[in-house]
């Protein structure tokens, strides 16, 4: 008896889909379709599939499909990467004096720290979202985003002034304009 018929048409197609998905890597930024039995067909960024579900992100709205309503999936179309922050990012650190700053950038290094300085007893957290061009520089600092802990207005002007003196390593072929975020916990 061959080995294939100890499998049903279903753990085939999982399997296949799961393969395809291993080997495709798993966080993928490209454009993908999905098909439902429905005949629906989805479009979006398929970044994983656990537990017989699927995450996929439509129109960035993380998106969970049961694999049993999925048909078929097409990892053939590619969108490259915008340059929008993706809340996947690795929380990246650097020391700037005294301070320990944490950054998130896809795939980019910051090579020179914002330079912190105080002068209050204010205590908190500034998130500042960047926007940093190919070259590294940060063009555009907007302070107390999601995450901040104070609404300090002297902590937020630092903050911003001191997050446009940060610089990231250069990406040539990157996106013109990347968004980020630097935390500093003052």
């Known amino acids: 008896m061959p080995l294939i ?33 429905s005949g629906e067909r989805l479009q979006g960024v398929v970044l994983a599939l656990l537990n017989d579900t699927l995450q996929m992100a439509i129109e960035r709205e993380m998106t969970l499909i049961d694999m049993k309503e999925v048909t078929s999936i097409f990892f053939d179309e590619y969108v490259p990467y915008d340059g929008s922050l993706l809340l996947d990012d690795n929380v990246k650190f650097i020391k700037s004096g005294k ?3 944490e950054y998130q950038m896809k795939d980019r290094l910051m090579t020179n720290p914002p330079v912190v300085s105080i002068g209050t007893e204010d205590k908190g957290k500034v998130v500042v979202e960047v926007t940093v061009n190919r070259t590294g520089l940060v063009m555009k600092a907007i302070p107390g985003i999601t995450g901040s802990t104070t609404s300090s207005e002297y902590l937020l002007t630092k903050a911003k002034f ?24 003052y």
């Open 5 to 37: 018929s100890c499998y049903t048409y279903r753990d085939m197609k999982n399997l296949i889909v799961l393969t395809v998905c291993l080997f495709s890597g798993v966080n993928i930024y490209g454009q993908h379709s999905v098909i439902l039995k």
């Open 99 to 101: 301070y320990l700053i």
């Open 162 to 185: 001191a997050a446009q003196g940060a610089r990231f390593e250069p990406a040539p072929q990157g996106p013109i304009e990347q968004k980020g975020t630097i935390a500093i916990t």
